[in-house]
């Protein structure tokens, strides 16, 4: 019951006015896994979030930008780290950035996804991440375990749907990015 008041005052500040947020948010981490096509290898690592950028009004998220540190990019084997890194995946010293900006207002409560563009090395694609909303202190919480498909960006390497006959070195198109965003309200 005293959760439900709590989330009930927030909302209710939330809808009498509008508030903007520009918080270096370096702390937060997004986790991300990739697999080998063929077999059961499936590293994992991390990325820094640069910055998140919101408008909160009334008891929705009217614009969102997440920016990600591209050369944050993390995996405890360090020739994977260099390889991920260079021009055959992300290519981070030409491409240091990967956004997110929300195209739809998110509607704490009553949507259950983050619709917006996903620029990843100069190519742009439209994302529906699945989420679960919370109110917690002040923080809009957005948890998320999101799907994509690295070909939409230009991330071909040793794709066995771009080079068909590769057998033991192949690598699974998709990815898998996940974590919490906090956004200050």
Not at 56 to 78: A, C, G, P
Not at 86 to 97: A, G, L, M, R
């Amino acid at each position: 019951m005293k959760k439900a008041i709590t989330i009930l005052t927030v909302l209710i500040t939330l809808t009498s006015c509008a508030q903007e947020s520009n918080t270096n948010q370096k702390l937060q981490t997004l986790l991300w896994s990739g697999k080998a096509a063929v077999g059961t290898y499936a590293p994992e690592g991390t990325l820094a979030i640069k910055n998140i950028q919101s408008q909160v009004r009334e008891n929705s998220i009217q614009s969102l930008v997440i920016t990600v540190d591209m050369k944050s990019l993390y995996q405890e084997n360090s020739q994977l780290t260099k390889h991920l890194r260079d021009k055959d995946f992300f290519h981070v010293k030409k491409y240091p950035e990967a956004i997110f900006e929300l195209t739809e207002p998110f509607i704490i409560g009553t949507s259950t996804y983050l619709t917006g563009r996903m620029s990843i090395k100069d190519k742009k694609q439209t994302e529906k991440i699945a989420v679960v909303a919370t109110l917690e202190n002040k923080k809009i919480i957005l948890r998320f375990d999101h799907t994509m498909n690295r070909l939409d960006y230009g991330i071909t390497y040793n794709s066995p749907s771009v080079f068909e006959k590769l057998k033991e070195n192949a690598i699974a198109d998709k990815i898998v990015l996940r974590g919490t965003i906090r956004i200050e309200i």
